[in-house]
């Protein structure tokens, strides 16, 4: 595995328009999505009456999915619990892809700020249409009329830290995983070891555990959980 850089690598450019670049962050988002089609589709065919195989585990992971917008919205906001079950699975496939030796689409502060400004767009739109445009505006006056300026300001203050969060956390396991394969790889080297890459093979295997799975698995709860959360919230 070549080490990674920081940004995103420009894979090929659309031959109109002067060039649109197109980089391994939108080819990998593509890739998840054709994997997730397919798996919505193979994990729906044929339902029964009574579940088996595939059936069964699709069933479970709908159930867990929802039981927790349920548990966390409240069951008068379980409608929202098909857009968190796909945001939060979206988001483990996204998280999950270093493991095949890609680059997560959320190690892109581009993906990270568009799911965060949707998640923006989500909490106010709830809001306005659970109180009305004047009884939202009002709660942004409370307690105190002069806290009105420092309202918003949070509340413009919400996609950035969601997004930076989750964007600070992925891209830096890529950077450290990447800097670990280029120390192997030159620890190899020193040593006449570089047609055989033994430190490469094994190493870094703690770190992916870390920095994909358990990082990774962590990252996509989180940013599902705060999105209940403050459309929970902006509907109280």
Do not use: C
Request: aromatic share 10%.
């Amino acid at each position: 595995m070549q080490p990674i850089a920081f940004g995103p690598r420009v894979i090929f450019e659309l031959p109109f328009l002067d060039g649109i670049p197109v980089t391994e962050t939108v080819v990998n988002t593509w890739i998840i999505m054709v994997v997730l089609v397919v798996l919505s589709i193979l994990g729906t065919r044929s339902f029964e009456k009574v579940p088996r195989g595939r059936q069964n585990v699709t069933e479970l992971v709908v159930e867990m999915l929802n039981k927790l917008t349920v548990q966390t919205m409240g069951e008068d906001k379980k409608n929202f619990a098909p857009y968190m079950n796909t945001l939060f699975i979206l988001l483990l496939f996204m998280n999950l892809l270093g493991l095949i030796g890609l680059r997560p689409p959320t190690a892109d502060l581009n993906t990270t700020m568009a799911l965060a400004i949707m998640t923006f767009v989500l909490i106010h739109a709830s809001g306005i249409r659970k109180k009305g445009i004047g009884g939202y505006f009002k709660g942004l006056t409370e307690p105190f009329v002069f806290l009105l300026p420092m309202n918003i300001m949070s509340e413009l203050a919400t996609p950035i830290s969601l997004s930076f969060r989750l964007f600070g956390n992925i891209v830096g396991g890529v950077i450290v995983i990447s800097l670990a394969y280029g120390g192997l790889a030159s620890l190899g080297e020193m040593i006449g070891l570089s047609a055989l890459p033994i430190f490469q093979g094994g190493a870094p295997v703690i770190l992916h555990a870390y920095f994909d799975i358990f990082a990774g698995v962590l990252q996509s709860f989180i940013f599902a959980m705060l999105t209940m959360v403050f459309v929970s919230l902006a509907m109280e």
